[in-house]
């Protein structure tokens, strides 16, 4: 699917609620392979699902959204991209606000392939010796 060009075209319905569930779960099975994951920077992708994770009506993310944000943020270029422009903050903020422990994964992934962002860390330090 990625060879023939998927991606980018199950991204663009991802734009489309209706269909968001079942195209959220095929991006997921996509973003298992190294390979793919590097096709999903030239998308629309990565700011979609940090904007479907910020807006998240339930306290605790979605299970399938969260675990495709996990699987994107294992690529350095991806981990940078959610990082960027504030949106680290954020995702730190909703996940101590609601304690999500798989939104924590996706941070702590962004930590080990993004290094850059260590000093936003270091800022959130109390906040995580607190949880503990």
């Known amino acids: 699917m990625n060879d023939t060009g998927m991606i980018p ?9 209706g269909f968001r569930a079942q195209i959220i779960k095929l991006l997921y099975h996509l973003s298992l392979e190294d390979k793919a994951k590097a096709t999903f920077t030239y998308t629309d992708c ?3 699902v ?6 998240c009506p339930e ?3 979605g ?3 969260i ?11 991806n981990a940078e991209m ?18 999500d422990t ?14 850059a962002c260590h000093d936003i860390f270091v800022q959130h330090l109390e906040d995580y010796c607190i949880m503990v």
């Open 82 to 99: 959610l990082s960027g422009g504030g949106q680290l903050e954020e995702m730190i903020a909703r996940a101590t606000k609601y304690g």
């Open 63 to 65: 299970k399938e959204l």
């Open 67 to 77: 675990a495709l944000a996990v699987n994107l943020t294992t690529n350095q270029r």
């Open 50 to 55: 940090y904007q479907l994770i910020i807006h």
């Open 59 to 61: 306290p605790i993310v």
């Open 9 to 17: 075209k199950l991204v663009d319905i991802l734009k489309v609620s």
């Open 46 to 48: 990565i700011p979609l």
């Open 102 to 115: 798989l939104l924590f994964k996706c941070v702590r992934n962004i930590a080990q392939f993004n290094p």
